[in-house]
């Protein structure tokens, strides 16, 4: 009799201090976060990685022959993503960014490098940053470089 109840003390000592020496779990309970964690036992804000918002980037002309070459072809680089060809304009300016005949972008929040090329896709005619807000369309026109020096996009 005494040997199945020590053989029960002991297992009871033994489950006790198993659960006793267990590590309390610290992780991101933010859903939005790119490491949600939603099993741990504590939350850490300070963890979380939340993505930056997207936003919709429209790059447009009206300008049907843009150079004055006859080509009516430029190409955009952002973010040295690689050249994308743009040879179509718009008649009217666009009133969203559903109708992507122009530079069409989903980018991270924040500033981005831009680079605009002529129609041979080597010449570059100007470079700089563009800002881009989340959640929503940004809209810029490209206007061609005069004797007055206009920017190109504004």
Known sequence: MRKPLLIL???FLMLSAFMACRKKT???HDS???NYEPNTDESCSSCCII???KGALLIWTNMDDMFGWGFGSFYLNIDNG???LLNRYYVTPPVNCVNQIGGYYYLDEGDHFCQ???YDG???????????????CNMMQL???GARGVAWLR
């Open 9 to 11: 003390i002991m297992a």
């Open 26 to 28: 610290t992780g991101c």
């Open 32 to 34: 939005a976060a790119t």
């Open 51 to 53: 993505p930056k918002p």
């Open 82 to 84: 690689g050249l994308k």
């Open 116 to 118: 605009i090329y002529g």
């Open 122 to 136: 080597t010449t570059l005619l100007q470079q700089g940053t563009l800002t881009v807000k989340g959640n929503q």
């Open 143 to 145: 206007h061609p470089m």
